[in-house]
């Protein structure tokens, strides 16, 4: 199961697992954003390829308007994810 929700302050917080199958719930949530935030995903468990790309997509077009995406708090595999895809230099991490 996967949720993202507004936290407190300038946050988000996601939690279960960002797949291809709930990528689209996530891009719709995030779309929205249109300010800096941070994105607190230490109750993510899981994240693939294609929630990847949504927080890819969705840091490019936050960056395109001098804002940014910071992903905090993540789980040790959820970090080796991006690290291995090179990311963490995209991605201010927490």
Do not use: W
């Not at 990528?23 to 995030?30: D, H, R």
């Amino acid at each position: 199961m996967f949720d993202i929700r507004t936290g407190e302050g300038n946050a988000i917080v996601l939690s279960g697992r960002l797949d291809a199958a709930q990528a689209a719930k996530a891009l719709q949530t995030l779309d929205a954003l249109e300010h800096s935030v941070v994105a607190d995903i230490a109750g993510l468990d899981y994240i693939s390829s294609a929630g990847i790309g949504v927080l890819v997509m969705t840091q490019l077009r936050l960056r395109a308007c001098g804002h940014a995406i910071k992903l905090a708090n993540p789980q040790p595999r959820v970090r080796a994810v991006i690290h291995y895809a090179g990311l963490e230099q995209l991605f201010g991490i927490e």
